[in-house]
């Protein structure tokens, strides 16, 4: 089922792309739903989809310390699809989430047919690093 591209707005990472372009992006995510408390990634675990959250919250962990909280319009998933493929972090859903993800295939598509976005993406992921 597509996604709405006014559900992808949230996200800083799209501000730049037109409404057009983004029209066509939003058409490759999908819509899912995930209980809270359920690990929607888990550190070291291999990983082939990018999420931005639509609903909900989340915490980020390296192993058990919490490094952040995530909200609507945060992304993650960044780290694993373009670098080795493998989870940074592990993601918990704090509450109940709907979950907007764009997996490999469609994620490699993005990297093609939209470099700046792409590199927008690839820098967070260098941030996120730091």
């Known amino acids: 089922m597509a996604v709405a591209s006014d559900r992808l707005r949230r996200s800083p990472i799209f501000?730049?792309?037109?409404?057009?372009?983004?029209?066509?992006?939003?058409?490759?995510?999908?819509?899912?739903?995930?209980?809270?408390?359920?690990?929607?990634?888990?550190?070291?675990?291999?990983?082939?989809?990018?999420?931005?959250?639509?609903?909900g919250e989340a915490r980020v962990l390296h192993g058990d310390r919490e490094v952040r909280r995530l909200g609507p319009g945060d992304e993650f998933g960044e780290a694993a699809i373009i670098g080795d493929g493998r989870r940074t972090a592990s993601v918990v859903a704090e509450t109940d989430?709907?979950?907007?993800?764009?997996?490999?295939?469609?994620?490699?598509?993005?990297?093609?047919?939209?470099?700046?976005?792409?590199?927008?993406i690839e820098s967070l992921m260098r941030e996120r690093s730091d």
Do not use: C, M
């Open 15 to 55: 501000d730049e792309v037109s409404d057009e372009d983004l029209a066509t992006i939003a058409e490759w995510f999908d819509e899912e739903g995930v209980r809270a408390g359920h690990h929607v990634t888990s550190e070291g675990a291999s990983g082939y989809a990018f999420f931005v959250i639509d609903r």
């Open 97 to 120: 989430l709907v979950l907007l993800a764009l997996f490999g295939t469609r994620f490699r598509e993005l990297q093609r047919s939209y470099p700046d976005l792409s590199a927008k």
